[in-house]
């Protein structure tokens, strides 16, 4: 279990974090949402361990994460950053390796870059050298990095969490359907996923539960379809917003813009 | 037989070493070179440093660099049985190592003053084989440093110098007291108008105004370097000096000058008759 | 920066023997090639103990500490000069950026000029080792106080790494001023000279202290080479890979301080090596320290030795500070490396 118990930070004089309480299981994927500066990148750094929270606890694997080493911690749980990057022109394969502990044999290690290559759609760009890559590449290989470790702390017997801070933000439609199906199949493995999202219909589509946050409140926490609804959205963004159903049971969350309001001219003046 | 026991004795015992005739010498240091050719060995020279200019057959001679950066391989190169080293040659490790190749060093008392020069040409005459002709040419030193410095003694006027040695960071370098540039102002008939200051120092503009000095002393190489002599006289805080005002200044090469060497009761000479031409030729000199 | 050659992991092997050969080779030529010739039959009989006493002292109390000197010269500067790249992700990092050449400078130069006020007061036998041991002590001075700047809660802050170790040159240059003007002139020169570095001023005793010192501290370096990977993702996700960031960090900076101090104690600051060493080796293996790190001790050592043969072979029997080579050959040779790859970066 990777569980946040009242934890609350305060960065640079302002309460980012207020009692916040969230437990994830093993084989659960949950989503977590809210406005810009809610506290959702704050509450996944605590929960990895990065953010030290100045009260309550982060427990991963019932240890509290403040003693763990973090080499120890590398193998219990791996992370997508929000914008990862790399000033070095590594070749696809070797950053992918980079999260994998000297522990693995080589043999095996090599197996899992590969694995986590193909999950992410990546198998036929693994000897490219990172600078000949697209963003979306880089950021898929980033995203191959982060199971990697993965799965190498699960070979070591640890139980395996995965931490995804935005990770389709830069992704076109395809390659987010394939980051979100790597991270369900993590799940289906057993490990247990959190991701912060910002596009709803997407944390609709692979949330067992979103958490709703709310200036560093978790205002919300449920099934989708609880909580992805007009009634519990439209206070917290603030926007109007309606439903849409298709026929295969998916949902599409719509914010109903007022772009006319706000003085909208032409983009062109002659 | 006690006699030549003594000698004997005061011969093993002596530190210099007892070469009867060195045949490839290596010099480091330019008044060494200096007595070295005047004793009339120049011809076994095989090596000097960057300052030894004096006289003009060492431009034939190789070059082993600065005397405190010397290399001991590059030394071993020119295969010398000696090496005359003025008292600062190094690095020690350098010496250390061509002792160990066998090499004999000699190394030269330093000079603080004139009057130790003739100590300084008797230990290179021992230290080439030619300690006789070295007290010969020690006694005829002094007779001539006291000649010539009788000489200015007399001379009228005591003019008010100062020495350049350069001009570091914007500021003039003075010659201070302890300086081979004092004790050649003092033995030319000269005021050192830096005399409270010790050693080579920079000089603020308005200590060199207050100081007043009549006659601005350089090096050749360095007043060449600086752009001239008239480009110094025409600093500002020299130019509004009497020296600078009167463009008097005086230039002399700087071995000459400042090295100590067998040439310098010529050196005493020479600056004293730039400094007072007439009264200098009245006094003989 | 595009890595060129070898991103090809086959090309690597060969090319990192191609450089040993190299620095096995300069070192032979180092340990033949001089002033003096030697043919290398004699250096060969002279290295089984049956030389003259002329080629003994040569090859055993010149020639063999300078290539020793050189090796850990070579070794100190560009393993710390590539360590400190990757740590602080910055390819013009080298160990003169962080203050640590400056501190060991104004160690060294404080000896010269003020040397001699205490040395009346000093053991003979300490006199020897003050000057070395004054630039170790202001190199590792300088880190520490650098490092202790830039750290705070519990992280150490690469900007401000950077930041502190411009001012801390700045000031280490300002008091180089003010004891070079104070110095006489004999003393300005000693420590002109001491500036642009050397190989031969050095005694087996201090090389032999210099070297176990680099060499004890280049497997800290080595076994960093996963952990400097990691850094290129950046400090939080390399923290999030398993990564003690702040343990590599300070592991790094002592190791460095050590190393490049005892180097700069016994051989003067010699640039360049440090930033085009572990450049050469980027550019012809790719970014991976594994390779990285032994490929930038390799022609590092090259760098040194080739520049230390060509000082003694330039204009003998004099021979130029070893600086002076290295800043030459480096200083244009780096120009033309930044013209030719700002000509294929898109950034």
């Known amino acids: 279990m990777l569980e946040a118990v009242e934890v609350s930070i305060t960065l640079a004089g302002a309460q980012v974090l207020e009692r916040v309480s969230l437990t994830l299981e093993p084989g659960e994927v949950v989503v977590l949402i809210g406005p810009n500066g809610a506290g959702k990148s704050t509450l996944l750094a605590c929960l990895s361990g990065a953010l030290r929270p100045g009260g309550g606890s982060v427990r991963i694997d019932g240890l509290p994460v403040a003693e763990l080493s973090p080499m120890e911690l590398g193998r219990r749980r791996s992370v997508l950053e929000q914008n990862p990057t790399t000033s070095a022109p590594f070749i696809a394969r070797d950053l992918i390796g980079l999260g994998i502990p000297i522990e693995i044999p080589p043999r095996e290690a090599r197996r899992m870059v590969i694995a986590a290559a193909d999950a992410t759609g990546l198998g036929a760009l693994i000897d490219r050298p990172m600078s000949r890559l697209s963003g979306g590449e880089a950021h898929r290989a980033h995203m191959a990095r982060a199971l990697a470790q993965l799965s190498a702390g699960r070979a070591l017997g640890r139980e395996g969490w995965l931490l995804l801070d935005e990770p389709t933000a830069s992704l076109d439609l395809a390659h987010q359907g394939s980051v979100l199906a790597a991270a369900r199949r993590a799940a289906a493995e057993g490990a247990g996923v959190l991701a912060v999202l910002h596009d709803m219909t997407l944390a609709g589509a692979l949330a067992d539960r979103v958490a709703l946050m709310h200036s560093g409140r978790i205002v919300a926490c449920g099934p989708p379809g609880e909580i992805l609804t007009p009634a519990v959205l439209a206070p917290v963004y603030n926007v109007d917003i309606s439903i849409a159903s298709a026929p295969d049971g998916a949902r599409a969350i719509i914010p109903k813009f007022n772009l006319t309001q706000q003085g909208a001219g032409p983009c062109l003046s002659p | 037989m006690i006699r030549r026991l003594i000698l004997a004795l005061t011969v093993s015992l002596t530190a210099l070493p007892v070469l009867a005739e060195p045949s490839r010498i290596v010099v480091a240091g330019g008044d060494l070179t200096e007595i070295v050719f005047a004793l009339g060995a120049g011809e076994r020279v095989v090596g000097v440093d960057q300052t030894s200019s004096f006289p003009a057959e060492t431009a034939e001679i190789a070059q082993i660099g600065y005397v405190r950066r010397l290399s001991s391989e590059g030394v071993l190169s020119l295969a010398p049985d000696l090496v005359i080293a003025a008292h600062d040659a190094g690095p020690d490790v350098a010496m250390e190592q061509l002792e160990a190749a066998g090499v004999t060093i000699a190394k030269a008392p330093a000079a603080t003053t004139a009057a130790d020069i003739s100590e300084k040409i008797r230990f290179v005459g021992a230290a080439i084989g030619a300690a006789e002709k070295a007290e010969d040419m020690a006694a005829a030193f002094t007779e001539d440093l006291a000649a010539v410095t009788a000489k200015t003694a007399q001379l009228p006027n005591k003019p008010r110098l100062m020495f350049i040695l350069a001009i570091r960071n914007g500021a003039p370098l003075i010659g201070g007291s302890g300086t081979s540039a004092d004790e050649m102002i003092r033995l030319a008939g000269g005021v050192n108008v830096a005399a409270e200051i010790d050693g080579y120092k920079p000089m603020s503009q308005e200590a060199i105004l207050s100081a007043a000095p009549e006659v601005i002393v350089m090096m050749e190489q360095h007043a060449t370097r600086m752009g001239g002599v008239e480009e110094v006289l025409s600093r500002p805080e020299i130019a509004l000096t009497p020296a600078g005002q009167n463009a008097r200044a005086v230039t002399m090469d700087g071995m000459l000058l400042l090295g100590f060497g067998p040439r310098t009761p010529a050196a005493v000479a020479e600056l004293a008759r730039a400094l007072q031409p007439e009264a200098a030729k009245a006094a003989g000199l | ?347």
Not at chain 3, 102 to 110: D, M
Not at chain 3, 184 to 201: C, N
Not at chain 3, 280 to 291: E, I, N, T
């Open chain 3, 1 to 347: 920066m595009e890595a060129a050659l070898a991103h090809n992991a086959g090309w690597r092997l060969p090319l990192l023997g191609l450089m040993a050969l190299m620095a096995g080779g300069l070192a032979l030529a180092g340990l033949a090639l001089g002033p003096v010739e030697i043919p290398p039959g004699r250096v060969i009989a002279t290295l089984m103990g049956q030389g003259t006493p002329v080629e003994t002292a040569i090859i055993w109390q010149i020639r063999l500490p300078r290539i020793l000197l050189g090796v850990a010269v070579g070794t100190a500067l560009a393993l710390s000069g590539a360590s400190l790249q990757g740590l602080l992700r910055n390819p013009l990092a080298d160990p003169g950026l962080i203050g640590v050449t400056g501190g060991a400078s104004l160690g060294a130069v404080a000896v010269i000029v003020l040397g001699g006020l205490v040395a009346g007061s000093l053991p003979a036998w300490l006199l020897p080792w003050l000057l070395p041991l004054a630039a170790f002590l202001g190199a590792g001075i300088v880190i520490t106080f650098v490092f202790a700047l830039a750290r705070s809660a519990g992280e150490t802050s690469v900007a401000t790494l950077i930041l502190a170790g411009v001012a801390v040159n700045a000031i280490a240059g300002a008091a180089i001023g003010a004891m070079v003007y104070i110095s006489t002139d004999d003393q300005l020169r000693d420590l002109t000279f001491w500036t642009m570095g050397a190989l031969g001023g050095s005694g087996w005793s201090l090389v032999a202290a210099a070297s176990l010192l680099t060499f004890a501290t280049a497997p800290v370096l080595f076994r960093q080479s996963r952990a400097l990977d990691l850094f290129q993702l950046g400090e939080r996700a390399a923290f999030h890979a398993g990564l003690d960031v702040e343990g590599v960090k300070r592991q790094i900076a002592i190791a460095t301080a050590l190393a490049v101090g005892a180097v700069t104690a016994a051989a003067g600051p010699i640039g360049f090596i440090g930033l085009v060493a572990p450049h050469l080796a980027r550019l012809a293996l790719g970014p991976r320290h594994v390779v990285l790190l032994p490929a930038s001790v390799l022609l590092g050592i090259c760098l040194v030795l080739a520049a230390d043969l060509a000082v003694r072979l330039a204009v003998p029997p004099a021979e130029p500070p070893i600086g002076l080579a290295t800043s030459l050959i480096g200083g244009p040779f780096f120009l033309w490396l930044l013209i030719r790859t700002r000509g294929r970066t898109h950034a």
